[in-house]
């Protein structure tokens, strides 16, 4: 593909998502390439929603395929909170240390090894002439009671993966983008450009 617009500000997600397309994307752009790039408003209920809505209108205002991602931590013993409300989960401008702090507080009475929790991706993939695809991968792992780590970004730091013994934050990219939530979803978008690049070839 010689050209995406990935639909976030993110540079943790543009860092990630850009290391994951390389060789199959000749140019990755964002939406922190465009001062006037609209603002989505995510007011879907369900990942799927969300993502959809973000790279509809991405590829409309830009012209390109565009890839979006909606993602975020569901904690079993708060019934899957903060799930949708994760980037804002403390508020509607609140951050990562703002959010990370209302998470320790909710978990602070939930016992260690109750406190499952998992990180869920869903990417969509749209095109300027109508075309819709969705992806999704999923981690699961612990919530600890401090954070751990200096890498990553939003609630890395608190989530102990399973199969691991450091935190998403102590990982290093290589291992991040070999288990991550996004890097199952963004590798099964990869699986379906592969085969879709194939079959162009061919014809």
């Known amino acids: 593909m010689k050209e995406l617009i990935v639909a976030t500000r993110n540079r943790g997600k543009i860092h990630e998502i850009t290391a994951l397309l390389a060789g199959l994307v000749d140019q990755v752009s964002s939406a922190a390439d465009f001062a006037d790039f609209p603002e989505t408003i995510e007011d879907g209920v369900t990942f799927e929603d969300n993502a959809l809505k973000k790279a509809r209108e991405a590829a409309r205002f830009t012209g390109l395929p565009a890839l979006a991602d909606d993602s975020g931590l569901a904690v079993d013993a708060l019934d899957g909170c903060p799930g949708v409300f994760s980037a804002r989960f403390a508020g509607e401008h609140a951050g990562d240390a703002a959010n990370n702090a209302l998470l320790l507080e909710k978990c602070h009475n939930i016992p260690e090894g109750q406190r499952q929790a998992a990180f869920v991706c869903v990417v969509a993939f749209v095109t300027p002439d109508g075309e819709e695809q969705l992806f999704t991968g999923r981690i699961s792992g612990q919530i600890l009671s401090s954070a751990r780590g200096e890498g990553g970004f939003g609630y890395d730091p608190l989530f102990l993966v399973d199969g691991f013994d ?34 162009k070839n061919v014809v």
């Open 166 to 199: 450091r935190s998403m934050a102590e990982l290093t990219l290589a291992e991040k983008n070999g288990v991550s939530h996004r890097a199952q979803a963004i590798g099964k978008f990869l699986e379906y450009l592969r085969a879709t690049e194939l079959v």
